[in-house]
């Protein structure tokens, strides 16, 4: 049987995935950690992906502005990857920023293809405001930051 593939937003009893998933992308350095207390408070910004009911991938929109959001946490689990499922998330993270409005959508990322295959542009980092800015002080690479920024600006 097919498996059976479903994005959808995250619920309180997703936060144990979610951490253990974040978890293991933060102790590689690609992501920033999340504590399963900001977990649970910031549930309702986070969308997963599910394979055969399983929770495989995840992402999160976090506000920035009026006119700005930045996709956060984004990731699919080893084994699920090439599958569609992160430009779904991305897809789901899209529509709930054209559902607030907000019309500017960026990323910090080492996956720069991935972005621009899911109609991103790379632009210069010094163009986004300082709020960007305000979770890198619980990243060990603040000084010396290699990703990439990535917008989309919505029709
Ligand atoms: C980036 C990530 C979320 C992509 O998820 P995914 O489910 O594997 O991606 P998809 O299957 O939806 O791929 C969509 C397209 O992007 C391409 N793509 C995905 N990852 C790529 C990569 N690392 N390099 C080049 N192309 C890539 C795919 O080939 C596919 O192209 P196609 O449409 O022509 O077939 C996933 O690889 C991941 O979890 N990476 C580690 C965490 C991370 O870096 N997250 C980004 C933080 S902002």
Known sequence: MPAVIVTRKARLEDVEPLYIMIADYASRGIM?????????????????AEVDDVVVGCGSLCRLGEELVEIRSLGISEGHKGRGLGSMLVDQLIEEARNQKIPKVMALTYEVSFFLKNGFTVVEKDIFPEKVWTDCVNCAKQQCCDEIAVLKILD
Request: glycine fraction near 0%.
């Open 32 to 48: 920033l950690p999340r504590s399963r207390q900001v977990l649970e408070r910031q549930i309702a910004d986070f969308v997963v």
